[in-house]
Every structure is written in structure tokens, then in C-alpha cells.
């Protein structure tokens, strides 16, 4: 059974940094397009960072120059570096991806919390 597991939540201080990580398990024939999203308390999920199989990324304007997205093609897995956080950051991190197993589809993690506070 293919399942996407995050990690690397927790609490931190404003301009703290957090590594979260994502890794896909199961029978998969390919890895896609993978992102980040988060959805805070009382708000829509929103899109953080994106990438594609090929390295392209792409951030969300309120994460650009703080966050790093990168992905391991040979082990399935992908990271999500967050440094200079602020407290509206905060939020329940969820990994993404469309993976072919053959057919595709898109998957989602169980979520991983993120506070930013002192």
C-alpha cells in the first residue's frame, strides 16, 4: 500500500529553522510533481513549495528566500527546509505527490505540526 509518512515537525522560535522530510513507500513506478502545503488553524490549506521531477521550483511568495524544497528521485523522498521562521508559519505541514504505480494519483501525508513561538 503506497503512503506518503512526513517528519521533522515540532516546536521552534521565531527565526528558528525545521527540516521536515517526506518519504513514499509502497510499489511506485514514478514520482511526479511533489509539494508542500500547510493549513493553519481556521484557514484554507494553502500551497508552500513545489517540485518537479526535473529539480524546478517553485515557492509560495511568503516562503521565498526562507524555505528550500529538494527531493531525492532514487529514494523516493523529498525535504523541506523552513529557516528564519515566523510565527505565522505555524501551521500543520502536509506532503504531496502525484505517483504512478503505474496509474496516477495523488497522494498525501498525514500532516506534521509546525509551531513557531517563543
Known amino acids: 500500500q503506497l503512503q506518503l509518512v512526513e517528519s521533522g515537525g515540532g516546536l521552534v522560535q521565531p527565526g528558528g529553522s525545521l527540516r521536515l522530510s517526506c518519504a513514499a513507500s509502497g510499489t511506485i513506478f514514478r514520482i511526479n510533481v511533489m509539494n508542500w502545503y500547510r493549513q493553519a488553524p481556521g484557514k484554507q490549506r494553502e500551497l508552500v513549495a513545489t517540485?518537479?521531477?526535473?529539480?524546478?521550483?517553485v515557492y509560495a511568495d511568503s516562503v521565498k528566500g526562507r524555505f528550500t524544497i529538494s527531493r531525492d528521485n532514487a529514494k523516493n523522498t523529498m525535504a523541506l527546509q523552513m529557516n528564519s521562521l515566523k510565527p505565522e508559519d505555524t501551521a500543520v505541514y502536509y506532503c504531496?505527490?502525484?505517483?504512478?504505480?503505474?496509474?496516477?494519483?495523488?497522494?498525501w501525508g498525514q500532516g506534521t505540526q509546525v509551531t513557531v513561538s517563543s
Open positions: 504531496n505527490a502525484e505517483i504512478y504505480t503505474p496509474m496516477m494519483g495523488r497522494y
Open positions: 517540485i518537479t521531477s526535473g529539480g524546478t521550483t
